[in-house]
């Protein structure tokens, strides 16, 4: 140890930062002088220590002036001053530690308890090192340091006394001379019980301690010390721990597990607060960045196809007879498929099924995938967990790393709250980001461009395996008295005679148990209103049987206004279908909600405040809520308004502004999702996306170019005459 050298010791709270103080005075104390300030001012020993000043919320008692005496060791100052403020009551320590350089030897003990205050410790530190200061941070498992804790407050014993003490908690070092005392003098103590809820606190501090400090230290040249292997270590790092006959020792080794009576459950609770510790150190993945209710509680059927999804932005698979045939209803909500994907999304694990969401969320945009809170609810009700449901993150992900087993019940799914049909393909529209899959218009223009066969058409939509339909009415039997919601999806609903079919078998089965269920099942339909005035009459005829049973719910999909919606939705006839939504909304007999679906897409941001003004004018002629639901496209992702440049954030936000201006006429919507001031926030995540730009979106914008100029040519439209501010953004996709 040479003359001048400085150690700051940095540990939490039990952390054996005393002791090593010990270890290092003792090895020093020929030539040392110690100073401590603690709780009061008569409480004087060895070394200053930062402790208290740095972490008393409030400091009303007087405090010490320094000097150095002549020998430049720290002495005290017969006098003393009130404290006018806790700042002033840290500078002035602060002063000392940074002006007095003539300091012989220095040691001091940094607990950096409170992370909420206005301190920046690692400045702190870097000043630290600049005054040639070494430092040492001294690492303990926070398991045992929280039960050292624990029984010391519990036995009220001080740790400077435990060595003396016969009821003294286990695991602690001292320093001792060959000619002290034996070792046998020391008792043991009695097997106890901890109490968790009590300890738990104790070792949340702990953890959040040890983030804390590894946050501060981690680009700072500290020397490690692992209290469990303390004089080896101290050894290897130079510190001086033993002077003349004194040595640093365990002076008991009992172990923890043998010692309390509830190790199992301690050490339980334990590695699950380090599991949690490790996903907010970044060091897991975290399942509640993946968890989202919908696996378990949005089914979708594809009835004409036997096919199957869990939500609206998954892929369908197919049901193959087998499976119908092995587990029967199963093969729909629990197949192995099913299973497997919920196990990954509660292990943190994206599962290629979500890509849409993950898409979305990397692009800054809030995905429809479910909040956490919503997953915990249905976590609470499938394990029957007993009590009032109470939302905490970090219970969530203790609850979900429990569940490692594909077999785990918890995986299954049995009371879906919300389930969607799709009847066929059939359609008579060709929008610009759908597909053949559901759509027989662009099936037809496919075949006739040769880009499909017939027989490969007639490949890719097999006939739903024998009984699959009997199967999922035998499925919905299960489920119906408890539904909350069910939906009716195309192709295009209202020109297809298997609605009328499926409507009348739906209406039966949801009678048959209308006496138990506790209100009314919503029923909507998405529709694109471009229907024929025939097939809209047959309609208006079918809607009071519905209304009669459901809580019915019209939703519109459309987005855009006049030229730039046939362009979008290549095929509807805007003046039908304004016509129709007039139809539809001044029948006052008939008893539904209704909104629109916006699926916002590459072409129609541009114009998106018009469309909104074309649904509020609505709601004001009618006098009904207009609701605005949220969808957004990501495949194909060159039609995604993700691939636009950061000026076209500019029209997001003029809507945005408008809508905001316009809060007190906004309709007041029941349906949380398709709510005004709902939708505003989902366009303020949007117009961040655009302006972000974030990633490479060249290919996209390079797919662009050259598929509108197809898309043009086939179906005889001009894209730059529709949207003529699209002009520039055109040009630079063509040069990629």
């Not at 909104?595 to 009904?624: H, R, T, W």
């Amino acid at each position: 140890m040479t003359q001048g050298q400085r150690w700051c010791i940095i540990g939490g709270q039990r952390s054996g930062s005393t002791w090593l103080e010990d270890v290092i005075y003792n090895s020093l104390r020929k030539d040392f002088t110690y100073y401590s300030v603690v709780d009061n001012v008569d409480k004087i020993s060895k070394g200053l220590r930062l402790y208290e000043f740095m972490n008393s919320e409030v400091v009303s008692k007087d405090i010490l002036n320094y000097q150095l005496d002549v020998d430049h060791n720290i002495v005290l100052d017969s006098s003393s001053f009130p404290v006018r403020s806790k700042e002033e009551f840290i500078n002035s320590r602060l002063n000392l530690i940074y002006n007095v350089n003539d300091i012989q030897s220095l040691i001091m003990r940094v607990l950096p308890q409170s992370k909420n205050q206005d301190f920046n410790y690692v400045d702190f530190f870097k000043n630290l090192k600049d005054q040639k200061f070494n430092l040492i941070f001294l690492r303990r498992n926070p398991l045992e340091r929280s039960l050292s804790w624990y029984l010391m407050d519990k036995t009220k014993v001080m740790h400077k006394f435990l060595s003396d003490n016969p009821n003294a908690p286990v695991e602690y070092y001292s320093i001792t001379s060959g000619e002290s005392r034996s070792l046998n003098s020391i008792s043991t103590t009695d097997p106890t019980i901890i109490d968790i809820s009590v300890w738990r606190t104790y070792l949340e501090m702990c953890i959040d301690d040890d983030v804390f400090i590894e946050s501060i230290t981690s680009n700072l040249d500290c020397k490690i010390v692992n209290y469990e292997n303390l004089e080896k270590e101290c050894r290897e790092n130079n510190i001086p721990i033993r002077l003349d006959n004194s040595s640093v020792i365990k002076l008991h080794d009992k172990k923890y597990e043998e010692f309390l009576t509830n190790y199992d459950e301690v050490l339980k609770v334990f590695k699950d607060m380090e599991y949690v510790k490790k996903i907010k150190n970044k060091e897991l993945p975290d399942p509640l960045d993946t968890i989202c209710d919908l696996k378990w509680n949005y089914p979708i059927f594809n009835l004409d196809r036997g096919e199957f999804r869990s939500c609206c932005r998954t892929p369908s698979r197919k049901v193959d007879q087998g499976e119908l045939d092995s587990i029967g209803i199963d093969a729909f909500l629990n197949s192995k498929h099913q299973l497997q994907s919920r196990l990954d999304l509660i292990q943190g694990k994206k599962h290629a099924d979500c890509q849409s969401c993950w898409k979305l969320e990397n692009s800054g945009m809030t995905s429809p995938r479910h909040s956490t809170v919503q997953f915990a609810e249905l976590l609470h009700k499938k394990k029957n967990t007993p009590g009032e449901f109470i939302y905490n993150e970090d219970a969530l992900r203790i609850d979900l790393n429990s569940i490692t087993d594909i077999n785990d019940p918890v995986l299954t799914s049995y009371h879906p709250y919300m389930l969607e049909i799709s009847l066929g393909n059939t359609c008579d529209m060709k929008c610009m980001y759908c597909s053949h899959h559901y759509s027989t218009q662009w099936g037809s223009e496919k075949i006739k461009w040769g880009e499909i066969t017939q027989e490969q058409l007639d490949r890719e939509f097999p006939k739903a395996p024998d009984g699959f339909n009997e199967k999922y009415w035998e499925w919905f039997d299960t489920v119906k008295l408890h539904l909350g919601r069910l939906g009716i999806i195309g192709g295009e609903p209202l020109i297809m005679p298997e609605f009328y079919q499926f409507a009348d078998r739906l209406i039966e089965s949801i009678e048959s148990v209308k006496d138990q269920r506790k209100q009314k099942m919503s029923f909507w339909i998405v529709t694109n209103m471009n229907t024929p005035p025939n097939y809209l009459e047959k309609f208006f005829k079918y809607l009071p049987k519905l209304t009669e049973v459901f809580n019915v719910e019209i939703l519109v999909s459309m987005e855009s206004v006049g030229e730039r919606a046939e362009y979008i939705r290549n095929g509807v006839n805007w003046n039908r279908f304004v016509n129709n939504l007039d139809k539809l909304l001044s029948r006052k007999d008939l008893n539904f909600t209704f909104g629109f679906i916006l699926s916002l897409n590459v072409l129609n941001i541009s114009s998106l405040k018009e469309f909104v003004q074309f649904a509020e004018n609505l709601y004001l002629k009618y006098d009904k809520p207009v609701a605005l639901k949220h969808n957004i496209i990501s495949f194909p992702d060159w039609q995604s308004p993700f691939i636009l440049t950061p000026d076209f954030a500019d029209y997001v936000e003029d809507c945005i502004e408008y809508m905001k201006t316009r809060t007190d006429v906004m309709p007041i919507v029941q349906d949380y999702f398709g709510r005004w001031d709902q939708y505003i926030i989902f366009l303020e995540t949007l117009s961040a996306s655009i302006k972000n730009g974030v990633g490479d979106k060249s290919a996209e914008r390079k797919k662009f170019a050259s598929w509108f100029d197809t898309y043009d040519h086939r179906r005889n439209l001009k894209l730059l005459e529709t949207f003529p501010e699209y002009v520039g953004f055109y040009e630079m996709c063509r040069v990629y």
